[in-house]
């Protein structure tokens, strides 16, 4: 496997830091559980979209693109890590965002990721939920090009083969850091929605016959879809690399147990997750991607899904940025907080 020939603008911060969780290890009574801080990616706050877009950014170079365009909802960290991104390559950025969640709350709709975009000084156009984003994002290039701009179009998530190389890149960092440490990891868990995270990273230790499983804990879609979404990606992956037909079924486990209401709405268990992490760690989580993800591992924990002696690694995707747009979700009159509807 050889990274190095394909095209790559180097931003992120890396390596991110591999570190022990020992109050959270302490209060949940093992397994000793480790973070992979890619919430350290340095990228306009971090977060796992800076590793995609190195791929992603120097093949819209590669093209000459003067201009880029994106998707998500609301309060997506990847629109904002894009914008960011462009700035600093002097392209212009346009984001289409999605109302998921049809939240009427100020501080949603304009603060966190949104109040973040604009700062980068992306455009930004708003859609309503439940529509084909990916087609949106077409016709709007379409418009852009009929004016003589050169355009370069970023899937939802930046979850192409391209971007997930970026976790196959993720994939090699890890397997070094395990190694030096000498940990003796039982599995590696993390949010999973666009799926180039989760695709990236199976590809990737797949690739180095790591033996290491991933669960993606997922955010949206039911676990058949999300795990069929992550293997045809982990196939498109493995195939820009040479190694078709290197991950197998098996290898893809999704857990959608821990969504809660929906998409970019977080659960009782999310706002628990963010506030132990917060509490016991001064970590940050957030309450759509990272919030959930902790809440599974909490609840797999909780639930002996794991073997004691061995080590678990939570990779932290990032995401806090979001946070500014949900404190009504956290209630901190009361000694033990519960969570507000959105
Ligand atoms: C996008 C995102 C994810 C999910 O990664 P995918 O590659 O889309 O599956 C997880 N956490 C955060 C904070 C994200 O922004």
Redesign the pocket.
Known sequence: MNLSRFPRIRVAHLPTPLEPLRRLTAQLGGPEIWIKRD?CTGLSTG???AR?LEFLMAEAAEQGADMVITQ?ATQ???AR?TAAFAARMGLQCHVLLEDRTESKNEQYRNNGNVLLDLLHGATIAHYPGGIDMNAEMETAAGKFRADGRSVYTIP????NAT??LG?VNCALELSYQINDLGLRVDSIV???????????LVTGLRALNTGIPVV?IG?RAPRQHQQQS?LKLAGETAGRLGLSGIVREEDVVANCDYVGPGYGLPADSTIEAIEMLARLEGILL?P???GK?MAGLIGLIREGAFVKDRTVIFLH????A?LFGYGHCFDFSKPESTPRSL
């Open positions: 919430d977060g796992n979209k995609k998500g997506s960290n990847h890590q939802g998530g930046g979850s971007g997930a976790y993390h949010a999973t929605g666009s799926a180039g995270t989760q695709a990236g993606g955010v992550v957030d759509v991607y990272s993800a995707t990032g995401g806090s979001a």
